[in-house]
């Protein structure tokens, strides 16, 4: 399956259109899948408060799958700070990716971030 996680840089970048984020909706748009965090969701909506935006924030990728974890993401936290420091929220998204892709593999990682996309590509992540 042709699968992305992607964190909350993108859809804030498509939520206000800015450089590149036509570019970045139609890449997110080809996946057969595309997962997240439902920290996704606290983000969004902080930054649409932030800019004064109505609208429900979850419209910018209405196919969304959520990845809610049954269980501490001790380990793959861990894993993530192995390869480098990233933000608690950014350690949190690549957990839940790797959650789904434990070696990185057919899991494709969509951030903004380079920082985080760093991490994320020593993790194995596309």
């Known amino acids: 399956m042709k699968a992305a996680y992607v964190d909350t840089s993108c859809l804030v970048a498509i939520a206000f259109g800015e450089r590149g984020s036509a570019k970045l909706a139609a890449r997110l748009a080809r996946y057969e899948a595309v ?19 109505d609208g429900d924030p979850l419209d910018v990728l209405p196919n969304l799958e959520w990845v809610i974890p049954d269980r501490p993401l001790t380990a793959e936290i861990d894993k993530v700070l192995e390869k480098g420091y990233v933000r608690g929220a950014d350690a949190w998204h690549l957990a839940c990716a790797l959650l789904l892709a434990p070696d990185g593999r057919d899991l494709r990682f969509e951030t903004l971030d380079a920082r985080q996309a760093e991490v994320a590509g020593r993790l194995g992540f596309a």
């Open 35 to 53: 997962f997240s965090s439902s920290l996704l969701e606290a983000e969004l909506k902080a930054a649409f408060r932030r800019e004064g935006v």
